[in-house]
């Protein structure tokens, strides 16, 4: 695993353009399956992920023209619906192959994509509505084998979690389904409505996406054309954050703050300058150390969990105290041991992280554990005093496109050491 050399303290500022959505680029991907003809599919970010995720694909015989889009057309499909374990293990995405390729195929033998370090990471809703659609799943050995019959037939059903991940393998089960769908406490992230955006431009009828009710009325084909995936909200606000912990100032273009409304919210209670426009967002810290803002991560458009570690470090820095509460993964604050070690004072109730701001981190040794907290630890070796090493940060190739260029156009000292 490779490892970053960053020397701090740094003062971030400049402008950067952010990169596609992952969490939106994933689900289209998986999605592009159901349609027959060729799709182009613009903003793609270039991540470990996306990789992975385009390798399943063409383990299907899907084919991709990789360029400054990826054209893709998964008109020939290899019947055979047995996926290697290594691949589908290595993104917890691989679960939305089973929909499209029920769709397709009518069967599939995948392996169970198994949990990570931020909790069990469980798809007991994924099989239990995808059941209510009318295949037939069960599990042995770590496998899930799921056959339908012809095709899926729309449901009511109700989640009992708004589950990103669920919301999205229904809408790819409901697309060609006989029939209406409804769903209701779907997810809500802007995730869903690309997803829905670009399978109603290619001749779907889904409604509601992005609200709790998602209404999808099952249509005969989907036909090619192009499509632009949405900017990454996630990469968004952490170089937002990254400018505020380092008292400096940043522009992020190519993004949509609608997006991040309460991250912004709570970035203005730390004392940030926030400016926006159509598709940029601008914050100025001015110098200053930002004030501690209390937040709870939730559903879309509650705090988004994805942002929880980053906003966090600003709180182990800022003035005064603040609680931090994690209410989606039963294991999201991991990464802060590691923060302990830079000089953190902060001490763990349940599923909170009580916050008491330190002048500032220290220099230290230490490992990522998952994808958002590994950016978490590059921002505090950016602004804490002396040489900061962090092993394990392939975790980061995973989420953030050229993390380490953009990170140093806005100033910071970085190195990447790698260790094939
Ligand atoms: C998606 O994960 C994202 N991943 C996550 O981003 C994000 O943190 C999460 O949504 C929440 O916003 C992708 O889009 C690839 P969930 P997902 O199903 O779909 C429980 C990142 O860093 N649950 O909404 O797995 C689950 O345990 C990643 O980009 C069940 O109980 O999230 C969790 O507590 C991290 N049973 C809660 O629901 C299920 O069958 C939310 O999970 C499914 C989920």
Not at 211 to 237: A, P, W
Not at 328 to 347: D, Q, S, T
Request: glycine fraction near 8%.
């Amino acid at each position: 695993m490779d490892k970053f050399i960053i020397k701090g303290p740094v003062q971030l500022k400049g402008k950067i353009n952010i990169s596609g959505s992952k969490n939106a680029a994933l689900p289209i991907l998986f999605a592009s399956i159901l349609i027959d003809e060729s799709v182009e599919i613009q903003n793609i970010p270039k991540l470990k992920d996306i990789d992975n995720a385009i390798k399943l694909l063409l383990h299907l015989g899907v084919k991709i023209k990789k360029g400054k889009s990826l054209i893709i057309n998964a008109n020939n499909l290899y019947n055979h619906y047995i996926f290697p374990k290594n691949l589908v293990k290595s993104i917890r995405a691989s679960i939305w192959l089973i929909s499209p390729i029920l769709n397709r195929l009518g069967k599939i033998k995948i392996s169970l994509p198994g949990g990570c370090s931020i909790g069990k990471r469980p798809i007991d809703l994924h099989i239990k509505y995808l059941k209510k659609l009318g295949a037939k799943i069960y599990i042995k050995n770590n496998n899930i084998y799921a056959y339908i019959n012809k095709t899926f037939k729309g449901s009511h059903i109700i989640m009992e979690k708004s589950s990103v991940g669920a919301t999205i393998s229904i809408i790819l089960a409901a697309i060609y389904a006989y029939k209406i769908t409804i769903i209701d406490n779907a997810a809500k992230e802007p995730e869903i409505k690309d997803l829905a955006n670009f399978l109603n431009t290619m001749g779907a009828k889904i409604k509601g996406a992005g609200t709790n009710q998602i209404i999808i009325k099952g249509v005969l084909k989907l036909k090619g054309g192009i499509y632009k995936i949405i900017s990454d909200r996630i990469e968004t606000g952490t170089f937002l954050i990254a400018a505020a912990i380092s008292g400096g100032q940043i522009l992020c273009q190519k993004t949509n703050p609608k997006n991040l409304d309460i991250v912004l919210k709570k970035l203005k209670y730390t004392g940030a300058e926030i400016k926006t426009g159509k598709n940029w967002c601008s914050l100025n810290m001015k110098n200053r150390k930002p004030k501690a803002v209390d937040i709870i991560t939730g559903p879309y458009p509650d705090f988004p969990t994805d942002i929880q570690p980053q906003f966090t470090l600003l709180n182990l820095i800022a003035l005064g105290k603040s609680k931090v509460t994690e209410t989606i993964f039963e294991n999201r604050f991991l990464y802060i041991h590691e923060l302990i070690k830079m000089g953190a004072n902060v001490f763990f109730k349940k599923n909170q992280v009580i916050c008491k701001g330190v002048k500032k981190l220290y220099s230290a040794k230490i490992v990522a554990t998952d994808l958002r907290a590994s950016i978490s630890l590059v921002l505090a070796g950016c602004i804490a005093s002396g040489k900061t090493i962090i092993n394990n940060i392939n975790y980061i190739d995973r989420g953030y496109e050229t993390i380490e260029k953009k990170l140093i156009s806005l100033g910071a000292n970085i190195k990447r050491i790698k260790n094939n």
